[in-house]
């Protein structure tokens, strides 16, 4: 199971900035801003930032293939704290990595980060379960998966 580099243009960016917001991620998802985005106040509208971090999400999630005919997901809790404001046209980046590896569930971290703002707007967390998709019953994640998992965050699987 191997991961995806991302983006070279944005992997750059990011790895040659020590001090830049993403450097620790390994993942990045590019998110562009769209007109319709946005609310009658003229800013991305709260709710879109949880559709770009299942975005983020799904692309994190394939790159690793945890996703296959015989499994599903279900999000348990999911959570974004707003920074600041974000408008059309824009293109965020998004960090997503991997803050625990559960039996059966991962949570997932997510920082948004504006290219037109140069700063970080929004953070977020989540939490997946995965289910099969006969039974219905959680799944767990196996070995290999979490090896995969914990080789590209450099984490620690029993923390």
């Given amino acids: 199971?191997?991961?995806?580099?991302?983006?070279?243009?944005i992997q750059e960016a990011v790895?040659?900035?020590d001090s830049?917001?993403?450097?620790?991620?390994?993942?990045?998802?590019?998110?562009?801003?769209?007109?319709?985005?946005?609310?009658s106040f003229g800013h991305v509208n709260n709710v879109v930032y949880y559709?770009?971090?299942?975005?983020?999400r799904i692309y994190y999630n394939r790159r690793l293939g945890l996703f296959n005919?015989?499994?599903?997901?279900?999000?348990?809790?999911?959570?974004?704290?707003?920074l600041k404001s974000v408008a059309y046209p824009d293109e965020l980046?998004?960090?997503?990595?991997?803050?625990?590896?559960?039996n059966s569930s991962l949570i997932h971290e997510y920082t948004y980060y504006s290219t037109v703002q140069k700063t970080v707007v929004a953070?977020?967390?989540?939490v997946l379960v995965?289910?099969?998709?006969?039974?219905?019953?959680?799944?767990?994640i196996n070995e290999s998966q979490k090896e995969a998992i914990a080789a590209l965050e450099n984490i620690d699987q029993e923390a």
Wanted: with cysteine; proline share 6%; hydrophobic share 30%.
């Fill in 1 to 9: 199971m191997e991961a995806a580099p991302t983006f070279p243009e």
């Fill in 15 to 17: 790895t040659s900035d």
């Fill in 20 to 39: 830049h917001p993403l450097h620790d991620f390994t993942v990045i998802y590019p998110q562009q801003v769209e007109w319709g985005d946005m609310d």
């Fill in 51 to 56: 559709e770009y971090a299942q975005n983020a």
């Fill in 69 to 82: 005919e015989q499994t599903s997901s279900v999000m348990a809790a999911s959570s974004c704290r707003y």
């Fill in 93 to 102: 980046w998004i960090g997503v990595k991997i803050k625990k590896i559960g």
């Fill in 123 to 126: 953070i977020g967390e989540s």
């Fill in 130 to 140: 995965y289910l099969d998709k006969l039974s219905g019953q959680k799944k767990p």
